[in-house]
């Protein structure tokens, strides 16, 4: 069933960030995308994306072949990086080769940089909040508070009856529709309701589907990006965050700064909770959710396979950890919050000494905990770093000998007939040499995301050596590939 929800969760996210990648298409008359997995692998629909988002122009390689291909979407992603959208170990490899789950992620970073460029940004900056899906939460709590059955907890099951997009529309829009005659209707039909009228009065992209949000669990990412638009679309001009509370099942966290790196140890007196008097039992309910998800992130590190011996096969290892690292970071406000209520328990003196013992206990083991947790992540982290550039290294070692025996042997090749056996010969060695081309491409692909996933302790001068080398080895293997290519009509 598991498995089942998360291809579900997949496919909706496919559509939906279709949807919003063709909204923006349309604007500049460029093609729309059908396949996202497909269509975004030549690098040609993503760099057009790019063009209506940042309204600049960008050369594409309209060549046919994959070296064409990883150039477009290696030029996206330095654009992106230009923009400062921040992508976590997304090759150029992964997009050309159709990965479902890092073209979703890729998907995922623009637009969430782009949505909250703006309105939403000057919000939060206001707010001084860097979490965007507490700001959100806060907007659509305060925007809908009254109406009865709507209660966003988060952005999943709260919307799945459809009666929280209506509150929403229905806040700033009476008269569009009966609030008591749509509350009345079948969920399907409140949310048929809300994208038709967002769409025709909001100018809001139908980017999700009834049957998407009515279901067990809908996609959170989805839902997140349509409220956005609504936020964009409606008035929001002043909220406070008062609206949040620690029953929020906010379970994960979109942030705009910080990162990994960031998680340092949690004092006691981080980020203390904006209710002042939850109580100890409320206390002892956060403590214990937070505790329960400490003990499955252990379990889930400690899972995890041996370093392998393999540059994809670590690659993956790194993508898997770096999962968990990111939920770390989501994580890490939570565990503020329940020191930051403990402490405030144990200062107001409200408990008796045994209780107030046992609260500093649990205070001293979840701090720990968490610490011993970070260190863990961050030290696999290092050391899948230390063994990715070994590979790598041998990589390019490897790659620089094949690069320099196969421009000999070109050189070598020259000469055209002039006799139809001498012809005959010519392009059986040209097809020999196309093949080992296609045979050396896995070891290109995989050295491609090299610069992505360097040791970042690294100085800058070496970073930029490596990425010089790089470069320079990518010229020497895209001329090899445009002197096949010109070879070959030549032969033909």
Not at 102 to 130: C, E, F, N, R, Y
């Amino acid at each position: 069933m598991e498995v089942l929800l998360k291809d579900e969760r997949e496919d909706v996210q496919k559509k939906t960030f279709a949807k919003w990648i063709n909204s923006q298409l349309v604007k500049g008359q460029h093609p729309p995308v059908t396949d996202l997995f497909y269509d975004l692998r030549d690098g040609t629909r993503l760099l057009a994306l790019l063009e209506v988002l940042t309204n600049k122009s960008y050369k594409r390689e309209k060549g046919r072949m994959r070296v064409h291909h990883l150039n477009n979407v290696s030029r996206a992603l330095n654009i992106l990086e230009e923009h400062s959208v921040k992508l976590v170990n997304i090759s150029n490899e992964h997009i050309v080769d159709g990965s479902a789950k890092l073209t979703l992620g890729l998907v995922w970073a623009i637009i969430l940089h782009w949505q909250v460029q703006g309105v939403l940004k000057d919000v939060m900056s206001d707010l001084q909040q860097t979490n965007l899906e507490k700001t959100l939460l806060a907007w659509c709590r305060q925007t809908t508070k009254g109406y009865h059955g709507v209660d966003v907890r988060n952005f999943t099951t709260s919307w799945t009856d459809g009666l929280a997009f209506n509150a929403l529309i229905h806040s700033h829009r009476p008269q569009l529709f009966d609030w008591t005659v749509m509350a009345r209707k079948h969920p399907y039909a409140r949310l048929e309701n809300a994208f038709r009228l967002a769409n025709e009065h909001l100018n809001i992209e139908r980017l999700l589907d009834p049957e998407d949000v009515n279901s067990q669990v809908p996609d959170k990412k989805s839902i997140m990006m349509y409220v956005m638009c609504l936020f964009q679309a409606l008035p929001h001009g002043s909220f406070t965050m008062d609206s949040l509370d620690v029953s929020l099942q906010s379970d994960s966290s979109f942030s705009i700064e910080g990162s990994v790196e960031d998680t340092s140890c949690i004092s006691a007196k981080a980020r203390p909770l904006s209710t002042a008097s939850i109580g100890l039992s409320e206390y002892q309910r956060t403590l214990e959710e937070v505790l329960t998800w400490l003990l499955g992130a252990e379990d889930r590190l400690a899972a995890m396979p041996p370093i392998a011996e393999t540059t994809e096969a670590v690659k993956e290892q790194f993508h898997d950890l770096e999962e968990l690292m990111l939920e770390l970071t989501s994580k890490q406000g939570g565990i503020g919050d329940v020191l930051g209520e403990g402490s405030r328990l144990m200062r107001e003196g409200v408990m008796e000494e045994e209780e107030e013992e046992e609260v500093r206990v649990q205070m001293k083991l979840l701090n720990t905990r968490w610490e011993e947790l970070r260190v863990k992540a961050m030290d696999r982290q290092s050391s899948l770093h230390e063994k990715l550039m070994s590979l790598q290294q041998k990589q390019l070692e490897s790659l620089k000998k094949w690069l320099t025996d196969t421009e000999d042997r070109i050189a070598n090749m020259s000469q055209v007939g002039p006799t139809a056996e001498a012809l005959r010969e010519q392009i059986l060695a040209h097809q020999n040499l196309q093949q080992d081309l296609e045979n050396e491409q896995s070891n290109i692909n995989s050295l491609s995301n090299m610069v992505v996933v360097v040791d970042e302790t690294s100085s800058e001068s070496a970073y930029s050596t490596l990425e010089d080398e790089l470069n320079a080895l990518g010229e020497r293997w895209a001329h090899i590939c445009r002197w096949s290519e010109s070879r070959w009509t030549t032969l033909q």
